[in-house]
């Protein structure tokens, strides 16, 4: 996953609990480049998580310090996917129009 500052200069904020998650990955050590970031797979991403935040485990009490952040890294994530489709689409009318941007 890419790291978490791009979202935050976006003002899409991930919850403290799950930012160890990010910047793990050593790109410079594979062997093929990385596939270029694609939101349609976040959203598939955020769709998979979702039914979790519902489920009969996570509303019980044991799962309350995970719960509130867990729904906040989903709404993060969706909202963040919205935002780039809209600049998708902001870029496609762009490149499709007669006058410069």
Known sequence: MHGHKKFEDRSYYIPELFLEFFNCASPESYKEARKPFDEQELNLHCLALAPY???????K???SWLRNAFDDFIVAISNYTKYLQN???????????????
């Open 87 to 101: 600049q998708r689409s902001i870029t496609a009318m762009n490149h499709i129009s007669e006058t410069p941007v």
């Open 53 to 59: 935040a519902t489920s009969s485990w996570m509303l």
């Open 61 to 63: 009490e044991n799962f």
